[in-house]
C-alpha cells in the first residue's frame, strides 16, 4: 500500500520559517517526482516545487524561488520543504504528491500526480 504523509505546517508571523515533510512508502522511490502544491478556497490546486530524487532534479514556481528549498533524504524516503521569508499570501493548504517518472522531464501539474498526502494548513500571518 503506497502512503504519503505529511507533518509540519502551522502558524507563523510574516517573515517567518516553516518546514513541511512528506514521507513515502510503498513504492519504488527512485521512480517518483515528489511535488508540493498549494491550494485556497476558490482556486485551483497550484504547484510549488517538484524534486526527483534520483537525479535532484527540481523546479521552483517562481513565486517561491530564492525563499523555498526542496530536498529529499533517499534513506528515509522523505521530501522537504523548506519555507523561509513567508508571506501573506502563502497562506493555503498544501498537499504533498508523487508521480511516477522514472526518466525525463515531467511537468508538476496536480491532474498528473498519482498518490496525494493528506494536506497541512500553513497559515501567515501579516
Known amino acids: 500500500e503506497v502512503q504519503v504523509v505529511q507533518s509540519g505546517g502551522g502558524l507563523v508571523q510574516a517573515g517567518g520559517s516553516l518546514k513541511l515533510s512528506c514521507a513515502v512508502s510503498?513504492?519504488?522511490?527512485?521512480?517518483?517526482?515528489i511535488g508540493w502544491f498549494r491550494q485556497v478556497p476558490g482556486k485551483e490546486r497550484e504547484g510549488v516545487s517538484s524534486?526527483?530524487?534520483?537525479?535532484?532534479?527540481?523546479y521552483y514556481d517562481d513565486s517561491v524561488k530564492g525563499r523555498f528549498t526542496i530536498t529529499c533524504d533517499k534513506v528515509k524516503k522523505t521530501v522537504y520543504l523548506q519555507m523561509n521569508s513567508l508571506k501573506f499570501e502563502d497562506t493555503a493548504v498544501y498537499f504533498c504528491?508523487?508521480?511516477?517518472?522514472?526518466?525525463?522531464?515531467?511537468?508538476?501539474?496536480?491532474?498528473?500526480?498519482?498518490?496525494w498526502g493528506q494536506g497541512t494548513q500553513v497559515t501567515v500571518s501579516a
Open positions: 510503498g513504492l519504488t522511490f527512485s521512480h517518483y517526482a
Open positions: 504528491a508523487a508521480e511516477f517518472a522514472p526518466s525525463g522531464s515531467w511537468v508538476l501539474f496536480a491532474p498528473r500526480m498519482d498518490y
Open positions: 524534486i526527483r530524487c534520483s537525479d535532484n532534479s527540481i
